[in-house]
């Protein structure tokens, strides 16, 4: 199993440029949820969905947009890229029972300059 | 959420048990505990979960106090591959939706000595 995968693995962006992150997974988790990590703090909650067609804001969603067509595919897009949204992103997917686990992709380093 | 609070770090030698605490005071009734830990450059792994009874697995146990308002990760043989952040999250999926997130601390940094 590939569980979750992330692309890239890195990017720079130009301030004002926008881009889209990647997230398959191939475990047919219902919930799939985007995270931000800056240093020397934990991970933050961006936006999250709880199956196709359904998407909502966690923490920290402004800036970002989602979408889920899909079971499989969760993509994160940044608008207009801002110095402030450098960080690294963590995509995490998981069945929605009681007893589920979260399983996290690797990551994408993102610098905006 | 309820609120969990855990070391900033601790140290341990390579081959010998370690315990990383973590106290809940305000968990409710149907609040989880989790534990994951974050490898460096890497994405968090889930380590273990339980409600009200002490848990085992390959990676860890899990010792939950009897009034559920602290619990242990014991690792039971560290090695140099265990060094990570550890995170204790309570987790109450009750209600779905939002309830599902996993709401992350700075958790405890282990360094482990060779």
């Known amino acids: 199993n590939a569980g979750v995968t992330q692309t890239p693995k890195f990017q720079v962006l130009k301030t004002g440029q926008s881009m889209t992150l990647q997230c398959a997974q191939d475990?047919?988790?219902?919930?799939m949820s985007w995270y931000r990590q800056d240093p020397g703090m934990g991970l933050r909650l961006i936006h999250y969905s709880v199956g196709a067609g359904i998407t909502d804001q966690g923490e920290v969603p402004n800036g970002y947009n989602v979408s889920r067509s899909t079971t499989e595919d969760f993509p994160l897009r940044l608008l207009s890229a801002a110095p402030s949204q450098t960080s690294v992103y963590f995509c995490?997917?998981?069945?929605?029972?009681?007893?589920?686990?979260?399983?996290f992709g690797q990551g994408t380093r993102l610098t905006v300059v | 959420d309820a609120k969990t609070t855990q070391p900033n770090s601790m140290e341990s030698n390579e081959e010998e048990p370690v315990h990383l605490p973590c106290n809940h005071s305000t968990i409710s009734g149907t609040d989880y505990i989790h534990w994951y830990r974050q490898l460096p450059s890497q994405g968090p792994e889930y380590v273990i979960h339980g409600l009200t009874s002490n848990v085992n697995n390959r990676m860890a146990s899990l010792a939950i106090a009897e009034d559920r308002k602290s619990s242990t990760l014991i690792l039971h043989r560290a090695t140099l591959r265990d060094a990570a952040v550890y995170y204790c999250?309570?987790?109450?999926?009750?209600?779905?939706?939002?309830?599902?997130?996993?709401?992350f601390g700075k958790g405890t940094l282990l360094t482990v000595n060779p």
């Open positions: 475990m047919n988790h219902e919930y």
């Open positions: 995490a997917s998981s069945f929605t029972g009681r007893l589920s686990s979260a399983f």
């Open positions: 999250i309570l987790r109450d999926v009750t209600g779905g939706g939002s309830n599902y997130k996993l709401t």
